[in-house]
């Protein structure tokens, strides 16, 4: 582990671990640790190569201690064709098909730099499958600790890389077995257990940082704003932290707008900001409910989201299912196969002012979200060896 200090943002307390601020929650606020801003003075943004071990240092580790890689970040801008002409970051195209590499490659080198042998990650989705990528990059044990929601594709990802994954009834009695498996066998936590979630933890976090810096590079003065799929805000957090840092080193003019896409059923960040005033806005929880975006919604704006959208003058949106779902149809037609969640984003980036270039960040590969393809499509058509069963065919899928 590293010697800097973790600090809560809103009371400024230090603190430690991934359980957030002990004394913000005891006031009713969920909020995250984080580690002092990286300063980026005299660093040369044209020239950094991208990913969260880039800039060496910005995710700190012991001097003598390696970074875990696997070709994570540096995604492609896409610009989708159409009037609204939004960007697409396509996370989808990092080693395991999401954002959460840079995440993982951060915690899974922090760990090991500590000298842990086994991490644990509590996830039902996109999580799961990288912290089992990344820690058998780095040669530790791996157990994922799940529900039985689990999607079968992050399952087989999962085994692939000869983690262990181990389901349970529910969230509660998972986050029950991960923190005894902390507390009493001393595994490295790779992500949040306690609920509500506070959010990640802090030193996979300032991985997240790379989305800044690579937008910044990239798009420069001109982005507008960023539209960040929300949970528990780790992303949204990350970027926000990585455009503070870039501004306060003169390396970008101002932060873009941050926003974060929610799904009509489980916007908690869009009901806290139609509260009047922060201490309202900072105690939202409510019901979480379960929609086919299965990475995000959630039930509790998290602080440091909060924090994010409020310093960037920024907003939340909420997308009803049937519009994202469309959306994820609309840009797969255009050869961008995104997880649902990303599409959320996509919908809500079209519904924002033009006022400088608007990205969306697609937080993942729609090969995430096959069955919910496949779920309405006809079976498979199967014709012998002639052209006319061929046209046939074709007349009869596409009208052409
Ligand atoms: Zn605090």
Redesign the pocket.
């Known amino acids: 582990m590293t010697d800097q200090t973790l600090r809560?943002p809103?009371?400024g307390?230090d603190g430690t671990g991934t359980a957030g601020?002990p004394?913000?929650r005891a006031d009713g606020v969920a909020?995250n640790l984080e580690l002092p801003l990286a300063d980026l003075r005299g660093r040369d943004l044209a020239s950094y190569p991208g990913g969260p071990w880039g800039w060496p240092g910005t995710v700190p580790l012991p001097p003598d201690a390696d970074p875990v890689a696997l070709g994570e970040g540096n995604t492609p801008n896409v610009r989708l064709e159409d009037p609204a002409g939004v960007w697409v970051k396509n996370e989808g195209a990092n080693p395991t098909h999401t954002h959460k590499d840079r995440y993982m490659a951060a915690a899974v080198a922090t760990a090991r730099a500590g000298g842990s042998t086994t991490v644990i990650a509590a996830s039902s989705g996109n999580a799961g499958a990288s912290a089992a990528a990344y820690a058998a990059r780095a040669g530790l044990r791996c157990i994922v600790v799940t529900t039985s929601s689990l999607p079968p594709v992050i399952h087989a990802q999962i085994l692939a890389a000869g983690a262990v994954v181990v389901g349970f009834p529910d969230s509660v009695a998972r986050n029950n077995v991960m923190r005894r498996a902390v507390d009493e066998l001393g595994w490295f936590p790779l992500t949040n257990y306690v609920e509500p979630g506070a959010g990640g933890h802090p030193h996979a976090v300032e991985g997240l940082k790379s989305v800044a810096y690579e937008l910044a590079r990239d798009l420069g003065d001109s982005l507008g704003a960023v539209v960040v799929p929300t949970s528990r805000a780790d992303l949204l957090a990350g970027i926000g932290r990585g455009f503070k840092e870039l501004v306060a080193a003169g390396l970008l003019r101002a932060a873009p707008r941050l926003v974060a896409a929610e799904p009509s059923a489980s916007a908690a960040y869009v009901r806290a900001l139609a509260k009047t005033g922060r201490p309202a806005q900072e105690r939202t929880e409510i019901p979480y409910v379960s929609t086919a975006a299965f990475s995000i919604g959630s039930d509790v704006a998290n602080w440091q989201g909060l924090q994010a959208l409020w310093d960037s003058g920024g907003s939340a949106v909420a997308v009803d299912e049937a519009d994202f779902l469309a959306e994820q149809r609309g840009a797969a037609a255009q050869g961008l196969f995104l997880e649902a969640s990303s599409a959320v984003a996509v919908a809500a980036a079209r519904r924002l002012p033009a006022d400088g270039a608007v990205v969306a960040i697609g937080t993942a590969s729609g090969v995430k979200d096959i069955d919910l393809v496949l779920r309405d499509a006809p079976p498979l058509p199967v014709i012998g060896e002639s052209l006319t069963q061929l046209r046939e065919l074709l007349q009869r899928v596409s009208g052409r």
């Open positions: 809560c809103r009371c307390r601020c004394a913000c909020v």
